[in-house]
C-alpha cells in the first residue's frame, strides 16, 4: 500500500492460488494474478492541504518551541547579567560605606581628644556618635542587599557546587566599559516591536489553529471516493510459472 499527499492509496498485489481437486481423474488449477488500484477520496479526506495538515501543524508547533526557548535563554541571560552588575554595584557601595564609617570612626576619636583637651563643647561628641551609628545602620543594610544579590545570582547560575546557603562569596571581576552609544530611538523601537518573540510564537500557534480549523472543517464533508482497480489474470493446469507467465501476457484482464 502505497499512500499519496492527496489522500490517495494505491495497493499492488500478486496473490497466488492453487487449487487440488480430485472427481475421477485430477483437475488441478494454479491461479495468478498481478493488481493495481488506487482509491481517492474526493471530498472529506481529499486534497493535499488536508493530509499534510498534521506535518504543518507539527512544524508550527516545532518554531514556537523554537522561538519560545530563544525568548527564555534572552530572558534567562538578560537575568543574569542584570544580576552579576547588581552584585558590582552592592561590592562598590558596600566599600564607599565602610570608608564612610571608618572616617567617622576615626572623626569620632578625634572628637573625644578634643573633648578631653577642652578644645571642643561636649555636644560635638553626640554629634559625632550618632554620625557613626548612622554610618554603622548603611554598613550593615548595604552588607544585606550584597547578600540578597549574591544569592540571587547563584540562583540564577544554577552551580551544583555553588549553592544557595554555601560561604564562597561572589566577586566581580569584569569591571563595565563605558561607551556611550547613540541610537535612533525611533528606528529602535520599531524594529524591537517587529522582532518581539511572543508576538512571532502567538502568530506561530494561530497559524496552527487555523490549520486545524481547516482540517476539522473538511472532516465535517460527506465521504466520496473514487476507485478504480485493475487486475492482470493467468491460470494453468501444470504449474505456478505457467499461470505467471499467462499474467505476464496480459491475455485475461479484470476491472
Not at 80 to 104: D, F, H, K, M, S
Not at 142 to 163: A, H, M, S, V
Amino acid at each position: 500500500v502505497i499512500p499519496l499527499r492527496t489522500g490517495a492509496k494505491i495497493t499492488v498485489s500478486a496473490p497466488f492460488d492453487e487449487k487440488n481437486q480430485f472427481r475421477v481423474i485430477p483437475s488441478n488449477q494454479y491461479l495468478s494474478a498481478l493488481r493495481f488500484s488506487i482509491s481517492q477520496p474526493l471530498l472529506r479526506g481529499g486534497g493535499i492541504d488536508n493530509n499534510v495538515a498534521g506535518i504543518r501543524i507539527a512544524q508550527y508547533e516545532h518554531q514556537a518551541v523554537d522561538v519560545k526557548t530563544r525568548l527564555q535563554s534572552i530572558r534567562g541571560l538578560a537575568a543574569v547579567e542584570r544580576a552579576y552588575w547588581g552584585l558590582y554595584v552592592a561590592w562598590g557601595e558596600l566599600e564607599v560605606r565602610l570608608q564612610q564609617y571608618e572616617n567617622a570612626a576615626d572623626n569620632l576619636a578625634m572628637v573625644k581628644k578634643r573633648v578631653a583637651a577642652g578644645l571642643t563643647a561636649a555636644v560635638e561628641l553626640n554629634r559625632a556618635e550618632i554620625g557613626v551609628a548612622e554610618r554603622m545602620e548603611g554598613l550593615i543594610v548595604t552588607e544585606t542587599t550584597l547578600k540578597i544579590r549574591e544569592r540571587q545570582l547563584k540562583l540564577f547560575l544554577n552551580d551544583p557546587g555553588l549553592t544557595l546557603d554555601s560561604s564562597t562569596l561572589l566577586v566581580p571581576d569584569s569591571s563595565p566599559t563605558l561607551v556611550e552609544f547613540k541610537f535612533d530611538r525611533e528606528q529602535l523601537a520599531q524594529r524591537a516591536l517587529a522582532g518581539r518573540l511572543e508576538l512571532l510564537e502567538l502568530e506561530l500557534k494561530l497559524a496552527a489553529d487555523l490549520t486545524k480549523i481547516d482540517y476539522l472543517r473538511n472532516q465535517t464533508l460527506p465521504m466520496f471516493m473514487l476507485d478504480y482497480s485493475y487486475a492482470s489474470l493467468g491460470r494453468s493446469t501444470s504449474s505456478f510459472g505457467g499461470a505467471f507467465d499467462q499474467t505476464i501476457g496480459g491475455d485475461y484482464s479484470d476491472w
